[in-house]
């Protein structure tokens, strides 16, 4: 590890950090309006964090609970890339969901991404949620490798489309982390 790594919430004043919008393009589901909206606080349910190094934006998460009980995902006609989505989702009841959670690639092989799935853990913890969950699309490679070191398996799959019309295979990916 280099430099001292520190996590703190998401500021409306982030909106002009470089770093933080390459972090919010690079995570597959990164929702700025979530970020934005709540001026990075959310509720308690929710969370928006960075991670620095000396001060220098790295890394990223945005995560939030999921309801407990499975709800009837929304469906989208004009927007076929949601709807599938939905569907994952709701295959997750009670999980915290990950909404997005990278590291600048300079900064990768730090440490940084340990420390924020440990902030996951303890949101899923302090949220009462079953585990955590994500959604990842086939063919990343590293990122499914990622969390399947972190004890993710692969619950289901859709198809669906990327925001620009191009099909892909989405991956639900579940660490359970309820007792015994």
Known sequence: MIGNITLRDIQETDARNDNLHRLIGKAANGFPDMVWGSGGRGSRDRTAVVAEIDGETVGMLMGRRQP????????????RNEGG????????????????????????????DEILMAKAEDRARETNAAGLS???????????????????????????????????????????????
């Open 134 to 180: 994500t959604i990842v699309p086939f063919g990343d490679t590293g990122l499914a490798d990622f969390y399947r070191a972190k004890g993710f398996t692969v619950r289901d799959q859709r198809n669906g489309y990327y925001s620009l019309g191009d099909p892909v295979t989405w991956f639900l990916m579940v660490k359970d982390m309820r007792r015994g």
């Open 85 to 112: 989505l939905d569907e994952l989702e709701a295959l997750a009841p009670a999980t915290w969901f990950i909404d997005g959670l990278t590291v600048l690639r300079a900064s990768e092989g730090q440490g940084v």
């Open 68 to 79: 407990d009980t499975m709800y009837q995902p929304r469906t989208f006609p004009s927007n």
